[in-house]
């Protein structure tokens, strides 16, 4: 949400109009099937198209890089099995139509790190959208919250802005919650509360 001298700079004032202005990028670090996200991934030192069937979340990619943990997962899993590193890996590896005798490690994580810089190239080109909207308004700070926020950072840093992770300010549980703050804010002054 974009923010100009201590006020709400947001344009859109639904989903759909924050869609179309870049102000919100529908992504995330859990639920986003994998083939929402990519159409191909490396495999073999080639593109290999990925398969259009919900076998892999963005869950899956980030646990198998390390950016979240088991606890972290909260959502179901596409296959209905466990949230383990390896089970993950066996759900990215579905995508190309494999399975883990099939692929090691190293071409797992090639998957996996193209599947989130895939993400990130999304959020940024938001990220400019805005940017090119406010012109020299624009703010050059970033202040992320949230659970996809090593998501955020990566794409707010991009773009040449200066991160801010809330939660070194209110705690993590707070910080993730602040997204659902933001969309109330804006729904309070939709409606003149």
Do not use: K
């Amino acid at each position: 949400m974009p923010i100009v001298a201590g006020r709400v700079a947001a344009r859109g004032r639904t989903d759909p109009d924050r869609l179309r202005t870049g102000e919100l990028v529908y992504t995330g670090a859990l639920r986003t099937p994998v083939c929402a996200i990519v159409r191909s991934v490396p495999l073999c030192g080639r593109l290999c198209r990925v398969a259009a069937e919900h076998f892999a979340v963005a869950a899956d990619v980030h646990l198998w890089l390390g950016r979240i943990e088991e606890g972290d997962y909260t959502c179901e899993t596409p296959d209905g099995r466990g949230r383990s590193r390896p089970e993950a890996g066996a759900r990215l590896a579905r995508m190309v139509c494999a399975d883990l005798e099939m692929l090691g490690d190293g071409e797992i994580t090639a998957i996996a790190e193209h599947i989130a810089q895939a993400q990130v190239r999304r959020i940024a080109g938001g990220i400019r959208q805005v940017m090119r909207r406010l012109g020299p308004a624009c703010p050059c700070v970033a202040v992320l919250a949230g659970q996809g926020t090593f998501l955020a950072t990566a794409a707010a840093e991009e773009c040449g802005l200066v991160t801010r992770d809330m939660a070194h300010d209110v705690g993590s549980a707070a910080a993730r919650a602040a997204p659902a703050a933001a969309v109330a804010y804006l729904l309070a002054e939709m409606v003149d509360v």
